[in-house]
C-alpha cells in the first residue's frame, strides 16, 4: 500500500468515526501531498519526499504551537499540538538522542571535520543518512556540540 492510499484510507476511517482532530491533521498532509504532485517538476511523490513533506508540516506546526504557548492562546495551541501527533504516526520513529550522538560521531569520522568549519558537510551527510529519523534542529545542535 502506497503513502497515499494509507493517507486516503485513514482519511475515510476518520470521516467514518467522527474524529475533527484526524480529519484537520490528515486533510492538510493530503493538501501538501496534492500540491507537490503538482509542483511542476513532474516527479511523482515518493516514501522519502512523503517523509520530508510530514517533517515540514510538523515543522510548521511546531513553530506556530511556540507562538501561541508565548501570547497565551491555549485554544490554538492545543489544535497545534493535536495536529502534530496525528501527523507524527506517520513519520519514522524518532531517534533517541544517545543513538544520534553515535550516529553523528561516525559521520563525523567519515566526514574528517575537525571544528565547527566542517559543520556543513557533516550536516549534509547526517541529512541525508537521518531522514525522518530524527529532527533537524536536535541533529544541528548535537554536530555543534561535538565539533565546539
Known amino acids: 500500500m502506497s503513502f497515499t492510499d494509507k493517507i486516503n484510507n485513514d482519511l ?49 506546526r511546531r513553530e506556530s504551537l511556540e507562538i501561541y504557548e508565548k501570547q497565551g492562546r491555549e485554544d490554538l495551541a492545543s489544535v497545534e499540538r493535536e495536529e502534530i501527533q496525528v501527523i507524527e504516526r506517520y513519520l519514522p520513529a524518532q531517534m533517541s538522542p544517545d543513538e544520534l550522538r553515535s550516529i ?8 574528517g571535520a575537525k571544528d565547527a568549519k566542517d559543520m556543513g558537510k557533516v550536516m549534509g551527510m547526517a541529512s541525508k543518512k537521518l531522514a525522518g529519523a530524527a ?11 561535538l565539533l565546539g
Not at 468515526?17 to 511523482?44: F, M, S, V, Y
Not at 529532527?135 to 556540540?145: Q, R, T
Open 12 to 60: 475515510k476511517e476518520a470521516m467514518k468515526a467522527q474524529d475533527q482532530k484526524a480529519l484537520r491533521a490528515i486533510r492538510a498532509i493530503k493538501a501538501a501531498i496534492l500540491l507537490a504532485n503538482t509542483d511542476g517538476t513532474g516527479k511523482p511523490v515518493d516514501d522519502d519526499k512523503s517523509i520530508q513533506i510530514l517533517q515540514k508540516l510538523v515543522k510548521q
Open 135 to 145: 529532527d533537524g534542529k536536535a541533529i544541528s545542535a548535537i554536530v555543534k556540540e
Open 104 to 111: 553523528l560521531k561516525e559521520i563525523i569520522a567519515e566526514t
